[in-house]
């Protein structure tokens, strides 16, 4: 049996508070929105329960609803990571899955469809794999010392998820985060996996 000394840290994955548009299901890039009332009441309310952690490293994306996300849940950043900013929906920024399904006239999903036809010139789901590789491979290193935090986006944080797994960035598509809730990630017997998610 392992001693405490032996033990990998865990990588815990937070999803911003709520903001105008992940209230409304409007996919939201770079568009900076700032937090609800109801967003920040969220992010408040971790601060409890990720306290109980002890984290080596909090890295965070640079928009505000993530910022603002860490600041509230009492996790002060070592790192702001432009790696971690959320998906760019090209020409979909500010729409529904709703909204574009309705105009394909066919179901949509950034998962199958993506957003890189000539028309929408967004980011595909293989560079977000790649931004999110380079993140955990900056703070597999810092696992042996504590816990390490993620402030980020729900896509973005998703995809990161599955690439933990080993699984292709389309695999993102089982691991829905509501806003203002976060998943860990950690090993069994020295593998990756998932230890807990949409928890807050």
Known sequence: M???SE????VVVLRHGQTEWS???QHTGATDLPLLPEGEEQARALR?????????????????????????????PTAVDGDL????????????T???????GRQWSIWRDGTVDA????????????????????????????DVA???????????TARWLGLAPEAGALFALPAGRYGVLGHEHGRPVLTGWALG
């Not at 900013?85 to 529904?96: A, I, M, S």
């Not at 980011?123 to 597999?140: F, K, Y």
């Not at 993620?150 to 990161?160: E, P, Q």
């Open 2 to 4: 392992g001693t405490v």
């Open 7 to 10: 033990r990998t840290g865990e």
């Open 23 to 25: 209230r409304t299901g």
């Open 48 to 76: 409890e329960v990720l306290g109980r952690r002890r984290f080596t490293e909090v890295r965070v994306s640079p928009l505000q609803r993530a910022r603002r996300t860490a600041e509230l849940a009492g996790l002060p």
């Open 85 to 96: 900013v959320e998906l760019d929906y090209g020409g979909y920024e500010g729409r529904t």
């Open 98 to 104: 709703a909204e574009i399904s309705e105009e394909l």
């Open 119 to 146: 028309d929408v010139r967004g980011e595909s789901l293989a560079d977000v794999g790649a931004r999110v590789d380079r993140v955990l491979a900056r703070v597999r290193d810092r696992l042996p010392d504590g």
């Open 150 to 160: 993620l402030v980020a986006h729900g896509h973005v944080l998703r995809v990161l």
